[in-house]
């Protein structure tokens, strides 16, 4: 019988959390305990010179499909694999929202003997981050509209142009658009309002990009909330929030601990999701693993055109960090997807498929070289697929220069990736890799976006609707022009069309609009038609959960 993810978190040995920070040379006392499985690290851990000295390996994928790729399951099981053959490495992962976990996708703490425990709670709530960055979010909300209602003391913003809106963390697209202020004076002014899902808050990408307390507050008071009537920008500071907003942070900045199934040290810190936001675990995050591991893997949601070009051009550039090495996780199954397949024959064999498929894979193997990284490819291995398509797969990118290596961490954790992770240390140890950024922030926003469209997803142009012209001026006019540009568009192909699956061609992108993220540190053109509220599918999972009596969950994924 094949246990299911849920099953086999719950038949794990886990070992107190005090055990695995032991290992990691982390004292009793500096650990602040979330139960007996779960605690959050001191920030005075930080070890610059430790982080200067180890190996930073970013996971990424090929563009997602409804099958699935496995990235989360992959950094788990690279990270046990290269404790198997002997070094010290540790995961660094993003924390899963509510959103997917009760909708379609699921929780995201890998899967089958690659997870990190206690899986069920890294599901649900964890140790309170997201509800903290709710919080925080909501009281600048609050203030906004307790300063429009008062008569003293008032900013005179003009409520048509306020850009900040409250937060969930659950899909429900009955709020994305509502009016607020209903019921008459004392119940606030009216106007139209709505909600984002909880990783969709600029509160969350500014956790996720803060390096301190101080820098957590100012990037809190750059947060841009709307204008007044005389078209003057008003920021988060001008309403006295960063201070309170901050305190409400105080322990969501510091990193959590846990462990993956095999029990090596895992941290889990931030969830931006990578189609609207930069969709990377915090700084602190990666750098507190650094911290305390020769080798820290680490993930970028979605496909490597948004997750891992957001790392490397945004994140690395404010963090001083450079990945070592940069994984390309990419299943059979996935590739028959981008070759044709329905989802019907996504089991079945068909080199056919798989040959035509292949041209994804490829557009993102060149697009990582373009970052000076000579990525390894991770084929993560299911039963359905033949030895002729897998063949064919590892052929094509040693043509390419890459080395593809089957990884089975889904059926035998640790042991199922130590090809990989010998092929991972080989290329760092030749010092082949040279990472650079894309693109100089210095450039114009329209250039930027240009380089990112025309070198990353292979547009032939990019156009501008009048919208978005106007966001640009707006954008100079607020001297954030010299900010990297954060891409907001359908993770399901290189357009900004999601039915252009594949590799696609002789196509443009169309920027919609603009958002202005200058607390995080950048600008985000909106691409299509792109949702930063979800909602629930038609049979939502949640309907499949449950918990008995003696508190045993099922139905979790």
């Not at 709670?121 to 309170?128: E, P, V």
């Not at 909880?198 to 100012?218: F, G, Y």
Request: hydrophobic share 45%; proline share 4%.
């Amino acid at each position: 019988m094949v246990l299911s993810d849920l099953e086999i978190a719950q038949q794990a040995a886990i070992q107190p959390i005090k055990q695995i920070a032991a290992k990691l040379g982390i004292a009793e006392d500096d650990l602040e305990f979330y139960g007996k499985y779960k605690a959050k690290l001191p920030l005075q851990l930080l070890n610059p010179e430790r982080i200067r000295q180890s190996k930073l390996i970013l996971v990424s994928a090929i563009s997602p499909t409804p099958a699935g790729e496995g990235k989360t399951t992959t950094t788990v099981g690279l990270t046990d694999g290269l404790n198997k053959i002997g070094k010290h490495a540790m995961a660094a992962l993003r924390e899963p929202s509510l959103g997917p976990v009760f909708g379609i996708k699921g929780g995201a703490a890998g899967g089958g003997y690659a997870q990190v425990i206690p899986m069920e709670d890294i599901n649900l709530h964890f140790t309170g981050d997201f509800a903290a960055i709710e919080k925080a979010n909501n009281l600048l909300a609050a203030l906004i509209d307790n300063n429009i209602q008062n008569k003293t003391n008032n900013l005179n913003i003009d409520p048509r142009t306020i850009v900040w809106k409250r937060v969930m963390d659950m899909n429900d697209r009955s709020l994305r658009r509502i009016v607020v202020g209903l019921g008459g004076t004392a119940n606030g002014i009216p106007r139209e309002d709505g909600f984002n899902i909880t990783p969709a808050s600029e509160v969350m990408a500014i956790l996720c990009m803060s390096q301190s307390i101080e820098d957590l507050k100012r990037r809190l008071g750059n947060i841009l909330v709307g204008f007044t009537f005389e078209k003057t920008p008003v920021y988060a500071r001008d309403l006295k929030a960063e201070g309170a907003m901050a305190l409400l942070l105080k322990d969501a900045i510091k990193p959590n601990l846990v462990q993956t199934l095999e029990g090596n040290g895992a941290i889990i810190h931030g969830g931006p999701f990578a189609n609207i936001a930069q969709g990377t675990n915090t700084i602190l995050a990666t750098k507190m693993a650094l911290s305390l591991a020769d080798y820290v893997v680490t993930e970028a949601g979605f496909g490597a055109d948004l997750g891992a070009e957001k790392f490397m051009d945004i994140k690395c550039g404010y963090a001083g960090l450079a990945p070592h090495a940069l994984v390309l996780v990419a299943t059979i199954r996935a590739l028959r997807h981008h070759g044709g397949a329905k989802k019907a024959e996504y089991s079945t064999p068909n080199l056919d498929y798989v040959q035509k498929g292949f041209a994804n894979l490829e557009k993102h193997i060149e697009n990582c070289k373009k970052f000076g990284l000579t990525p390894v490819v991770a084929l993560n291995s299911f039963a359905t697929d033949s030895k002729a398509e897998v063949d064919f797969v590892v052929a094509r990118c040693a043509e390419m220069g890459v080395k593809a290596v089957l990884s089975e961490c889904w059926a035998k954790g640790g042991n199922g990736t130590m090809a990989l992770a010998e092929a991972v240390v080989a290329t760092i140890e030749s010092g082949e890799n040279k990472f650079k950024q894309l693109y100089d922030w210095k450039l114009p926003v329209e250039e930027k976006i240009n380089v990112i469209a025309k070198e990353i997803y292979g547009a032939d142009s990019v156009k501008f609707t009048p919208q978005a012209l106007s966001g640009l001026k707006t954008i100079k006019a607020l001297g954030f022009d010299q900010l990297p540009v954060c891409m907001a568009k359908t993770q399901k192909s290189f357009s900004d069309d999601e039915t252009k699956i594949g590799r696609p061609s002789n196509f443009s992108i169309t920027v919609r609009e603009f958002e202005y993220a200058a607390g995080a540190g950048f600008v985000i053109p909106i691409l299509g038609e792109m949702m930063r509220m979800p909602g629930l599918p038609v049979i939502p999972a949640s309907e499949g959960m449950d918990i008995d009596a003696e508190g045993q969950i099922s139905g979790l994924s």
